[in-house]
């Protein structure tokens, strides 16, 4: 049974870093790519940052970039969102997903976990 589990969540103050943990078990994800999702109170969920498990490459939304860093370690079979510069408006739950390296359906997901930023 394919398990992601996130933690790490909770509150900081505007300018702050948070760093999320998301870890995977169940089968090997190697063939995998993990993303990090977030959704607001009343807002759609949204994509946040991407990496190819295989491969190391990432990908991250505009309203993240150059202020979040996804990686991953391999022997951990888990991923992490370093969140720097944080804003009030990163305030969100935070999930994580995967799905296969080549399709664009994340086919499993974790619980999420709440990230607050005060002004």
């Known amino acids: 049974q394919v398990q992601l589990v996130e933690s790490g969540g909770g509150l900081v103050q505007a300018g702050g870093s948070l760093s999320l943990s998301c870890t995977a078990s169940?089968?090997?994800?190697?063939?995998?790519?993990m993303s990090w999702f977030r959704q607001a109170p009343g807002k759609e969920r949204e994509w946040v940052a991407l990496i190819i498990w295989s491969t190391g490459t990432t990908s991250y939304a505009d309203s993240v970039k150059g202020r979040f860093t996804i990686s991953r370690d391999n022997a951990k079979n888990t991923v992490y969102l370093q969140m720097n510069s944080l804003k009030p408006e990163d305030t969100a739950v935070y999930y994580c997903?995967?799905?296969?390296?080549?399709?664009?359906?994340?086919?499993?997901w974790g619980q999420g976990t709440q990230v607050t930023v005060s002004s």
């Open positions: 997903a995967a799905r296969g390296t080549y399709t664009t359906t994340h086919d499993y």
């Open positions: 169940g089968r090997t994800f190697s063939r995998y790519a």
